[in-house]
T-cell receptor, first 112, second 114 residues
């Protein structure tokens, strides 16, 4: 049973465009939603995270939008750059609980 | 700090062989975990540890053993390798068991089982 569904599987964006990756979760008890970025040959690294008490969180060109009623959250990358080309994973967890549940990942390619 | 280190980077095994994937961290982190990454499956938790001497199962524990005798080290053992265990394995650590704490991943071990 996939608790966190991520789409699309792959995404191609032109330099300067907006990249949007979506995730949906099933467990309404989840209360922590991080995004991880992974470059080829490297381990994932935390990019940005949000709690459900806010609808949006922005860090530089990266924004998480959160819709609690729809049980969905998304990552927006503004002014996408070739250096943003990587695989992005959304995740969900219960605060105070040990486990992060990851989505399947989205491979982003930003073309110059 | 070296962060989270993993050895080896690549490994090829034959079906039925055993091996240990090594993981070490020098950040004095309490929580350590092992994930496997497969195409289209994301990262799936194999085993985790909330401190020395304490381990527990994740989503896909079958075929793997772990132990945590020190804070720094968290090896993953494959007792009898199977082709289904072909994957990229990541070790991760964080300061404590709270899921909101930043989790640091190692560079991964790419394992092929023939």
């Amino acid at each position: 049973q996939q608790q966190v569904k991520q789409s699309p599987q792959s995404l191609i964006v032109q330099k300067g465009g907006i990249s949007i990756i979506n995730c949906a979760y099933e467990n309404t008890a989840f209360d922590y939603f991080p995004w991880y970025q992974q470059f080829p040959g490297k381990g994932p690294a935390l990019l940005i995270a949000i709690r459900p008490d806010v609808s949006e969180k922005k860090e530089g060109r990266f924004t998480i939008s959160f819709n609690k009623s729809a049980k969905q959250f998304s990552l927006h990358i503004m002014d996408s750059q070739p250096g943003d080309s990587a695989t992005y994973f959304c995740a969900a967890a219960l605060i105070g609980y040990n486990k992060l549940i990851f989505g399947a990942g989205t491979r982003l390619a930003v073309h110059p | 700090n070296a962060g989270v280190t993993q050895t080896p980077k690549f490994q090829v095994l034959k079906t039925g062989q055993s091996m240990t994937l090594q993981c070490a961290q020098d950040m004095n982190h309490e929580y350590m975990s092992w994930y496997r990454q497969d195409p289209g499956m994301g990262l799936r938790l194999i085993h985790y540890s909330v401190g020395a001497g304490i381990t527990d199962q994740g989503e896909v524990p079958n075929g793997y053993n772990v132990s945590r005798s020190t804070t720094e080290d968290f090896p993953l053992r494959l007792l009898s390798a199977a082709p289904s265990q072909t994957s990229v394995y990541f070790c991760a650590s964080r300061w404590d068991r709270r899921s909101t704490d930043t989790q640091y991943f190692g560079p991964g071990t790419r394992l092929t089982v023939l």
